[in-house]
């Protein structure tokens, strides 16, 4: 178990900020549109669509950091704890959509 976390440790804090930024920001611009646009769609749709582009936005951007990492020597030693980080704002995102609300499945 300690080797697992000293792996995951460099650079899990910067996998976990960074997605963060970067689903805040979708759901940000969710949360606009959402309200902006005078769309005939529920709003509840609207949200499940929303969650699910965060959704898919998360593992793209833990792809790209995962790849950016093994693509520059310098940062090999961080490469688990960069997605592991990227890796568990999407749980943050997937657990309560998918697993906490069996009515919506």
């Known amino acids: 178990m300690l080797e697992l976390f000293e792996l995951v440790k460099n650079g899990f804090i910067f996998g976990l900020i960074d997605n963060i930024i970067v689903v805040g920001a979708i759901l940000i611009a969710a949360l606009v549109a959402m309200y902006a646009c005078p769309c005939p769609v529920k709003r509840a749709a609207r949200w499940d669509w929303s969650v699910m582009s965060a959704i898919v936005g998360s593992l793209a951007n833990a792809l790209s950091d995962f790849l950016g990492a093994i693509g520059d020597p310098t940062m090999w030693s961080s490469i688990t704890g960069i997605t592991a980080g990227c890796l568990s704002v999407t ?9 906490l609300c069996p009515a919506r499945q």
């Open 91 to 99: 749980l943050m995102l997937v657990v309560p959509k998918y697993c």
